[in-house]
């Protein structure tokens, strides 16, 4: 699927990668949340994972007759429960009182961003 929308992968690793970097640099500022061993173990979301999800998530929105509510809901829905799979395996600790429920609604708030900025470029493209 990424092969037939490399636009996608374009258009959007930029802006997914500047708002995750964005939301883990204020998360372990605050220590919200670690990564071991070394906190620099989230490269890898913020520059892959997290482009990733988001061309699917556009990609959905764009050929499904769903509400872009529902879409974003769902993953974040769903991303959530892969950082719990890594919070359970001890790979991710949350601290001064965050939890799964924060970490929901900092998927809402990171997908919302993107859905915004698509509504923004979506007359550019």
């Not at 520059?47 to 529902?70: E, Q, R």
């Not at 859905?115 to 470029?121: A, K, N, P």
């Amino acid at each position: 699927m990424l092969r037939k929308n490399v636009q996608l992968l374009i258009v959007y690793t930029p802006i997914v990668t500047s708002v995750a970097m964005l939301m883990n640099i204020v998360g372990f500022h605050f220590d919200f949340w670690s990564i071991h061993p070394y906190n620099i173990a989230a490269l890898p979301f913020d520059f892959g994972i997290y482009p990733v999800l988001v061309c699917f998530m556009i990609s959905g929105i764009n050929k499904n007759k769903h509400s872009t509510l529902a879409v974003v809901a769902l993953y974040s829905v769903l991303t959530t429960l892969m950082e719990y799979g890594a919070f359970s395996t001890g790979i991710v600790s949350y601290g001064n009182h965050w939890n799964i429920g924060w970490t929901l609604i900092s998927y809402l708030v990171a997908y919302t961003v993107i859905v915004l900025y698509r509504s923004l470029i979506s007359k550019y493209l």
